[in-house]
C-alpha cells in the first residue's frame, strides 16, 4: 500500500519558519515528480511547490516564491518543503503528492496530474 505522509506542520508566528516533511512508503518515487498543495478554510486547494525527479528544476506559486523551497531525498524517499517568513496567509492545510511518472512540465503545477496524496499536515500563522 502506497502512503505519504506529512509531518512538520504546526503554530508559528509571523515572520517564523517551518519544514515540512513527507515520507513516501510502499513504492520508490526517485523518479516521479513530487508536490505540495494546500488548502485554506472556505478555499479549494491550491499548488505551492514541485520538484522534478533529480531536483533540478523547481517550480512555485508566485504567493510563496522566494519564501519557500522545496526539496528531495531520494534514498529516503522523501520530500520537504522549508517555509520561511511566513504570513497569515499561509495558514491552511498542507499536502504534499507524487506522481507515478512525469506527464511533462505543464503537469507539475496541477493537482489532477498527481496520483498519491497524504492526508496533510495543519499550518498556523498567527499574527
Known amino acids: 500500500q502506497v502512503q505519504l505522509e506529512e509531518s512538520g506542520g504546526g503554530l508559528v508566528q509571523a515572520g517564523g519558519s517551518l519544514r515540512l516533511s513527507c515520507a513516501a512508503s510502499g513504492r520508490t518515487f526517485s523518479t516521479s515528480p513530487r508536490g505540495w498543495f494546500r488548502q485554506a478554510p472556505g478555499k479549494e486547494r491550491e499548488f505551492v511547490a514541485a520538484?522534478?525527479?533529480?531536483?533540478?528544476?523547481?517550480y512555485y506559486a508566485d504567493s510563496v516564491k522566494g519564501r519557500v523551497t522545496i526539496s528531495r531525498d531520494n534514498v529516503k524517499n522523501t520530500a520537504y518543503l522549508q517555509m520561511n517568513m511566513l504570513k497569515p496567509e499561509d495558514t491552511a492545510v498542507y499536502f504534499c503528492?507524487?506522481?507515478?511518472?512525469?506527464?511533462?512540465?505543464?503537469?507539475?503545477?496541477?493537482?489532477?496530474?498527481?496520483?498519491?496524496w497524504g492526508q496533510g499536515t495543519q499550518v498556523t500563522v498567527s499574527s
Open positions: 520538484i522534478n525527479w533529480s531536483g533540478s528544476s523547481t
Open positions: 503528492a507524487a506522481q507515478s511518472r512525469y506527464s511533462g512540465s505543464d503537469s507539475m503545477t496541477r493537482d489532477y496530474a498527481y496520483d498519491y
